[in-house]
Each structure stands twice: as structure tokens, then as C-alpha cells.
T-cell receptor
Framework: DAGVIQSPRHEVTEMGQEVTLRCKPI?????LFWYRQTMMRGLELLIY????????DSGMPEDRFSAKMPNASFSTLKIQPSEPRDSAVYFC????????????FGEGSWLTVV | KQEVTQIPAALSVPEGENLVLNCSFT??????LQWFRQDPGKGLTSLLL?????REQTSGRLNASLDKSSGRSTLYIAASQPGDSATYLC????????????FGGGTRLMVKP
């Protein structure tokens, strides 16, 4: 299996622009997670989907952030409008089952908002 | 709310040393604890997963232990090698938080040749 696939790997955008990050989970996995990693705050869970349904989005920082999972093989994280403080590495991860199983991470999307 | 702490934040050792990385968590109601490795510019790679009913897991030179009652886990690396240099993160899966993991801040390990 190719693992969790994220795109773009790197993006530099201007403040105010819309940013869309994409994720393809491992085939057969039914749980998908979006994390954000910064030096100051470490790794934070933004949102968790199970069977394509958002289960917990309490980590989504503001209304500027939204996430969708239209089907089992695709998810997006959108930031609109983007701000410099959104600069971070955004990771998508997937796992099989509802709890207790290994989580597999993608390589991350490195976002810089100038 | 679960909080996970890792000590030390950074560690530098000469090649060949055995070393221990520490992880503590505040809520002992966990269903598992996982250790991950992160190389610079990369995602996280799962190393070991300890279920709440287990006391330890081993993979090659790595051994992870879990003591739920004291809220602690340790990752033991035997005969360290320069290729072990990376950031190691532990994450606790809390019973009260569904399938979500709470991560520690990581320990940045440097193994010098």
C-alpha cells in the first residue's frame, strides 16, 4: 500500500488566500484524522472522521477552518481566509477500527502564509 | 483532559549507549499508548503500541513499558546507533476521547558516532 498520501507537500500563500489541503487515507481504513504541528504547540488534533462522518471537531481553531470527507478515500482541510499564524505542518493520518489500532501518518503538508 | 509530558525534551548520547525516554500522562483511563518516531521533514512512524492490558512491547532494540497506575511509559533503546537520531513522541489514547490520541511534546534524540 502507498500509505497515507497528502498534497501539496509544500505551499506558500499570501494572507487572505484560500488554502486547500488534500488527503487520501490508506485503503480500507475507516478513521481519518487531521493534525497540526507547530514548534510552540506541538501536535494538535484538529478533527477526526469515522466512516466519513466528523466525530469530533473541537480542535478546529476557528470558523476559518473546515474539513470534509465526501467518501472513504478522500478528505480535504480548507482554510479561508488564511492568516500568518496558520503557518504549520498539517498531517493527515488514518487507522482501521474505532480504537486501539495503530495510526498511520502521511508526510505532511508544509504551509507558510506570508 | 488528558495531558502528556515527555522528559527530557532533548538528549545527546554517544553511539552504543542504552537509553531511556520517559512519557507521563495525567488520565490513567487509557486504552493504549503509542510511541512514534519522526525524522526531520517527515511524518510520524509508529514504533510500538501497548494496549492498556499489556505491560510492555518489544521490537528489535526497542522496548516500551506501560504503568497505568502511575501514569508512565518508558521507551528503552538498546545499543543506540546514529540512525536512531530523530524525535520520539508518545501518545495516549484515552477511554473518554474515542479514537483520538493526545501527543507529548517529543524527545529530540541525537546519537553521536
Amino acid at each position: 500500500d502507498a500509505g497515507v498520501i497528502q498534497s501539496p507537500r509544500h505551499e506558500v500563500t499570501e494572507m487572505g488566500q484560500e488554502v486547500t489541503l488534500r488527503c487520501k487515507p490508506i485503503s480500507g481504513h475507516n478513521s481519518l484524522f487531521w493534525y497540526r504541528q507547530t514548534m510552540m504547540r506541538g501536535l494538535e488534533l484538529l478533527i477526526y472522521f469515522n466512516n466519513n462522518v466528523p466525530i469530533d471537531d473541537s480542535g478546529m481553531p476557528e470558523d476559518r477552518f473546515s474539513a470534509k470527507m465526501p467518501n472513504a478515500s478522500f478528505s480535504t482541510l480548507k482554510i479561508q481566509p488564511s492568516e500568518p499564524r496558520d503557518s504549520a505542518v498539517y498531517f493527515c493520518a488514518s487507522s482501521l477500527g474505532n480504537s486501539g489500532n495503530t495510526i498511520y501518518f502521511g508526510e505532511g503538508s508544509w504551509l507558510t502564509v506570508v | 483532559k488528558q495531558e502528556v509530558t515527555q522528559i527530557p525534551a532533548a538528549l545527546s548520547v554517544p553511539e552504543g549507549e542504552n537509553l531511556v525516554l520517559n512519557c507521563s500522562f495525567t488520565d490513567s483511563a487509557i486504552y493504549n499508548l503509542q510511541w512514534f518516531r519522526q525524522d526531520p521533514g517527515k511524518g510520524l512512524t509508529s514504533l510500538l503500541l501497548i494496549q492498556s492490558s499489556q505491560r510492555e512491547q518489544t521490537s528489535g532494540r526497542l522496548n516500551a513499558s506501560l504503568d497505568k497506575s502511575s501514569g508512565r511509559s518508558t521507551l528503552y533503546i538498546a545499543a543506540s546507533q546514529p540512525g536512531d537520531s530523530a524525535t520520539y513522541l508518545c501518545a495516549a489514547g484515552s477511554v473518554n476521547a474515542g479514537n483520538m490520541l493526545t501527543f507529548g511534546g517529543g524527545t529530540r534524540l541525537m546519537v553521536k558516532p
